[in-house]
């Protein structure tokens, strides 16, 4: 057990001093510092900041996992506020689109498949609830650790989510 809790998941953390880097301007946060030390150490050089197109593009694609339609693109490229991106990776969170793009991942954890071929067979024809249920627990941002608990044990819950959870 004494060499097991040397592994470093168990460690706690400790704050490291910043490695020293040649283009002292390029950080902007502690982390940087340790990004452009590795790039310097390879003989690279950190890209340009992203234009605006090209960040509302990485920013629609990654948070809903669909392209930014022309409107939106016209409307952040007119917006001149400091605070313009933060609203629109606020608006991109409070989208619907954002639970679906990500519920998929733990759906596929959960080996959960739907399938049209078995329309007529289907064993299990109210599946979609819990589809539906992860999508909305994603995008209500309910907490890690509830989740996990409400799908490891939910019905042994002393809490658990009420069945007008989903709309």
Do not use: C
Request: hydrophobic residues 45%; aromatic residues 12%; positive net charge.
């Amino acid at each position: 057990w004494a060499k097991a809790r040397q592994f470093w998941a168990f460690q706690s953390p400790v704050k490291h001093p910043l490695p020293q880097v040649k283009d002292a301007a390029w950080p902007k946060r502690d982390l940087d510092h340790f990004v452009l030390a590795e790039l310097e150490k390879r003989n690279l050089k950190p890209v340009g900041a992203a234009g605006k197109r090209d960040l509302l593009r990485r920013a629609t694609f990654g948070l809903i996992g669909l392209p930014p339609t022309p409107e939106e693109i016209n409307a952040f490229l007119k917006d001149e506020a400091p605070n313009a991106f933060a609203k629109v990776v606020e608006r991109l969170l409070a989208s619907p689109h954002h639970g679906e793009r990500w519920a998929r991942y733990w759906l596929d954890v959960s080996r959960y498949a739907e399938d049209k071929a078995l329309a007529f067979a289907n064993t299990r024809p109210h599946a979609y609830r819990y589809r539906d249920w992860v999508v909305q627990a994603l995008n209500r941002d309910m907490p890690y650790d509830r989740f996990l608990r409400l799908q490891l044990a939910g019905d042994l819950l002393a809490d658990p989510e009420p069945d007008h959870f989903v709309k």
